[in-house]
């Protein structure tokens, strides 16, 4: 098998311009929609400091094992045999540890990540990135470019619909280009929930301006989902 991300023919990169909007749980469930279609996904936590990717797919208690080529993913079988996950959270020795590390320790944990991991052969690899724009967002791309440039599609951004949520995805936006990094769309997350009586959909906020923005920028806008 393949270690590193030569073997790997599409790469998504969740992003969004602040915490607490639900991107983790976005490219989790793209990993698990891309899943679905029965093609052979993997999925990259690379929120070093508040990694959620194996809470939400039930893998809180997995960890990585080790092989001559480099590290093997766990496999989250609990949803689909064909979803294969890394976090920083499978390496720590306990789960409440802080990961306090300056710049280019971040960096290094994230080369290898992308080429000390086998991924061997997928159709789709997603990367869960953390909040804002950092150089975590940079060294990423610069690797996945180094390894594999033809595979890089580009940015899901994610947000919700406060207006405080949208000037961070301006400043995304921005970031992504001078990256030289294509933005696939935008998600409008949380707009609202559903009465589980009435089943009405609630909004708390004023929605639409996710979609503006991305009618603004001529960038497609990929849609609005509520809390659950």
């Known amino acids: ?10 790469v998504f990169i969740v992003t969004s311009g602040k915490g607490g909007v639900g991107k983790s749980t976005i490219a989790c469930q793209l990993a698990m ?5 029965g093609l052979k996904v993997g999925l990259l936590d690379l929120d070093l400091c508040g990694p ?18 480099g590290w093997l993913p766990v496999v989250a079988d609990v949803v689909y045999k064909n979803i294969f ?12 540890f802080a990961v306090a590390w300056r710049g280019p320790r971040k960096n290094s944990m994230i080369d290898q990540f992308l080429s000390k991991v086998v991924w061997g052969q997928l159709d789709a ?10 150089d975590e967002h940079i060294s990423v791309v610069e690797k996945i470019r180094e390894y594999s440039s033809s595979a890089l599609r580009g940015a899901i951004i994610v947000s919700t619909p406060q207006r405080v949520a949208i000037c961070d995805i301006r400043r995304q936006l921005t970031f992504c280009t001078k990256l030289g990094l294509s933005v696939i769309g935008l998600i409008e997350n949380m707009s609202g929930f559903e009465c589980p009586n009435c089943k009405e959909s609630l909004y708390l906020f004023a929605t639409g301006g996710v979609e503006a923005l991305a009618k603004e920028k001529a960038i497609d806008f990929l849609g609005t989902l509520l809390s659950t």
């Open 125 to 134: 690899l997603v990367i869960d990135t953390p909040p804002g724009t950092s």
């Open 1 to 10: 098998m393949k270690s590193g991300v030569e073997g790997i023919k599409n």
């Open 52 to 69: 959620s990717v194996p809470r939400i797919m039930g893998l809180c208690d997995a960890s990585v094992q080790q092989c001559p080529e």
């Open 85 to 96: 996950v890394m976090s920083i959270a499978f390496l720590l020795k306990e789960k409440d």
């Open 33 to 37: 929609g891309l899943a679905k279609k």
